[in-house]
């Protein structure tokens, strides 16, 4: 009964802990912006894309504030996900963190005495939404468009980020339940931003002409690539193929693998020699897919790899003969500029962001056309020329897209929503 009791004790004097910190802090903030002429920019961010295996939007958020606070030392970020969380809940994930970075979370420890189911509804209902609001913060980043609804309390002014528009351009790509969600919560999001980012000029042309957003609030900051993507070496899987072709995302619709298993049927017709190998998990509506890979002519040929960590990503895209992402809809294509940077030549569909992303440096398909597909594939296979020329256009390419810039960028729209002065151009394209 004394420890538990103990534990308890401990558990809310952190919590008093961290309440009159935030109120102090903020106090300071205050101050040092009135009295002093401060620009310090606090910054909410939701962060629950890194509680999830991350796929194009988790690594977007994690390189870009992991370099916020370098290129802009003024910017404190507070991470939000769940502030609170039960003794038989995981702990948070790996985030990326600065010395001007704070998440604030509190495990109900093993013990506790009063009931934890209780106490956790009653936290999450009132004390989660006081020390969120009590935080102040000058502007909220929603990096995937919407503000989960249990952080609207930390919500002053509001940037997000706007990947895509498949959910208008394409609503027969995208899963159910998201389609509601954003149909549902498009207008609200739309009304009170006081900016948007969009990942490409595709993106922003989308969000003009399907969605009514005036150009002057939308700012077009491109994805960045990693330097270190392309670096070093791992260890690959074993069922790794000697000589293939590559795909890299989560398989859903909108990734045109019906049509990608066709044409590597044809292209194995053609005399191609190697394997195909795709790589990502299964996501949505993939009953078309599934069917597709399982009656393929050519199945004893095609790998599929679940979910890997960026480093053996990294070593089985640098063993490729080429990437194939022959998709219907992108609104950046970061798969593109990793293979790329990594030095095989892409193939890529002439859609929406991708001729933006990839500009000379690929070999473009029609991808309604299986053969079309096909033709590239054997085309590249048979001319080492061609390959070579393209995989070193590919890393100058590369070369040009930099995180360092989305952030400084990203940081000037911020500050912007904010009545802060701007630091750097707030828009990015290259």
């Not at 290129?71 to 038989?88: G, K, M, N, Q, S």
């Not at 528009?165 to 899963?175: G, K, S």
């Not at 003009?208 to 957003?213: D, I, Q």
Request: aromatic content about 8%; overall charge neutral; glycine content about 6%.
């Amino acid at each position: 009964m004394a420890r538990r009791l103990y534990v308890t004790s401990i558990f809310f004097v952190n919590l008093l802990r961290d309440i009159v910190g935030t109120l102090f802090a903020r106090f300071r903030r205050r101050y040092r912006r009135v009295v002093l002429g401060d620009e310090t920019l606090a910054i909410g961010v939701d962060i629950f894309p890194f509680f999830e295996r991350m796929s194009g939007v988790g690594w977007y958020e994690w390189n870009l504030l992991a370099r916020l606070p370098q290129v802009d030392p003024a910017i404190e970020l507070r991470l939000y996900a769940h502030t609170f969380a039960a003794p038989d809940e995981p702990p948070p994930p790996l985030l990326p963190t600065s010395l001007r970075t704070r998440f604030r979370f509190h495990h109900i420890p093993e013990g506790f005495l009063l009931p934890i189911r209780g106490t956790l509804k009653a936290l999450r209902a009132v004390v989660e939404p006081t020390l969120l609001f009590l935080d102040g913060n000058d502007v909220f980043f929603a990096p995937n468009f919407v503000v989960p609804r249990r952080h609207l309390a930390a919500v002053r002014s509001l940037v997000p980020t706007v990947h895509d528009l498949a959910f208008l351009r394409r609503p027969d790509t995208v899963q159910r339940e998201t389609l509601e969600n954003l149909r549902d919560r498009l207008p609200s999001v739309l009304h009170a931003a006081d900016a948007l980012i969009a990942v490409s000029g595709a993106t922003a042309d989308d969000l003009a002409a399907l969605a009514g957003v005036t150009p002057r609030r939308i700012h077009v900051i491109h994805e960045g690539v990693d330097p270190a993507f392309a670096a070093g070496e791992t260890a690959v899987p074993d069922v790794l193929p000697a000589r293939y072709l590559l795909f890299v995302s989560t398989l859903e619709p909108r990734k045109n693998i019906v049509n990608l298993l066709a044409a590597f049927a044809l292209a194995a017709a053609g005399g191609y020699p190697g394997d195909l190998v795709l790589v990502g998990r299964w996501g949505w509506r993939t009953e078309a897919a599934q069917e597709a890979l399982a009656r393929s002519p050519v199945r004893d040929r095609i790998v599929h790899l679940d979910y890997l960590d960026r480093a053996t990503l990294a070593s089985v895209m640098r063993r490729a003969e080429a990437l194939v992402f022959p998709s219907l809809l992108e609104g950046f294509g970061l798969p593109v500029v990793e293979a790329m940077a990594c030095g095989i030549p892409v193939i890529v569909s002439r859609a929406t962001s991708l001729p933006e992303v990839a500009g000379d440096a690929a070999l473009y398909v029609d991808p309604s056309s299986p053969a079309d597909i096909a033709a590239a594939a054997l085309r590249l296979a048979g001319d080492p020329l061609l390959a070579a020329s393209l995989a070193a256009a590919g890393r100058k390419r590369a070369a040009l897209f930099s995180w360092d810039e989305t952030a400084r960028a990203s940081a000037a729209v911020m500050r912007r929503a904010a009545g802060l002065p701007e630091r750097f151009p707030d828009a990015y394209r290259v």
